[in-house]
């Protein structure tokens, strides 16, 4: 046996070990996937950088097909006004004015809370209702509602009405003064209205007979106020 010869081999492969584990501690094993150095961090992100700005598709191009929020807003803003008011006219315009300044406006609620209030006022006045339409109208309304409430009253009159409904209801003119907005509505409606007197007789009106009634109804409600409802502050009937 030559034991020079295999104590050779046994140091040189020695020293091949200890040399391959020297590197391997230095460089570390590379997979592809785990993070760089903590300390390398800052170089990193500069050669990102630098790839970024070279990368249209990563900076500067927006995203089609995906305008922002604000863009978004404006355009369905500009389309529901559109479905009540012709593009380019005054009321179109003046519309958008009151959008502006009171960003939860709606047309479409607006006229649908309308309408409800108008089938409620309409009611309440025929029932002689002081409670419901103090809530529903501006203070100057509501004194001329109950001043022809009390001359009913005076002469012991009844009014019997049947609200059929509201056939169509359109806006027709908007104001921003200040910070008050106003809005008015006209009104197409079907009522059944009868008065009759103290004897119970029919003075006015036809208890068999559907009425179509057109009325433009002015409403307002502060753009600066936390309560969203509007008071009806001006009314005018259509013969």
């Given amino acids: ?5 295999d104590m050779t081999t046994l140091v040189t492969l020695a020293i091949a ?6 590197l391997r501690s230095v460089l570390g094993k590379r997979t592809g996937h785990q993070p760089p150095p903590m300390d390398h961090r800052g170089r990193r992100e500069d050669r990102q950088a630098g790839a970024a700005a070279n990368d249209d598709n990563i900076v500067t191009l927006p995203r089609r097909g995906r305008p922002a929020d604000d863009t978004v807003k404006t355009a369905e803003a500009d389309s529901a006004i559109d479905a009540v008011a012709k593009p380019g006219t005054k009321l179109n315009r003046q519309l958008k004015d009151i959008m502006a300044a009171d960003p939860a406006f709606s047309p479409e ?3 649908d809370g309308a309408k409800m209030a108008y089938e409620m006022i309409v009611t309440a006045f025929a029932d002689g209702d002081r ?3 103090k809530n529903l109208l501006s203070r100057e309304v509501y004194d001329g509602f109950s001043g022809a409430i009390s001359d009913r009253e005076s002469r012991s009159e009844q009014v019997r009405s049947t609200f059929v ?3 169509s209801a359109k806006i027709t003119g908007a104001e921003l003064s200040g910070h008050d907005e106003h ?9 059944i209205s009868a008065t009759y007197d103290k004897d ?3 003075v006015d009106g ?3 007979q559907v009425a179509e009634v057109t009325d433009l109804w002015t409403f307002a409600r502060d753009t600066r106020s936390s309560d969203p409802n509007w008071k009806l502050v001006a009314t005018e009937s259509e013969s």
Avoid: C, H, Y
């Avoid at 046996?1 to 010869?5: A, E, P, Q, S, T």
């Avoid at 809005?183 to 009522?191: A, D, G, K, L, M």
């Fill in 17 to 22: 070990v200890f040399i391959f584990w020297r």
């Fill in 131 to 133: 409670k419901t339409l």
């Fill in 109 to 111: 609620a607006f006229l």
């Fill in 206 to 208: 036809d208890p068999d």
């Fill in 183 to 191: 809005i008015t509505v006209r009104f197409v409606s079907q009522i």
């Fill in 1 to 5: 046996m030559d034991i020079f010869g």
């Fill in 165 to 167: 409904g509201v056939e």
């Fill in 200 to 202: 119970d007789k029919l």
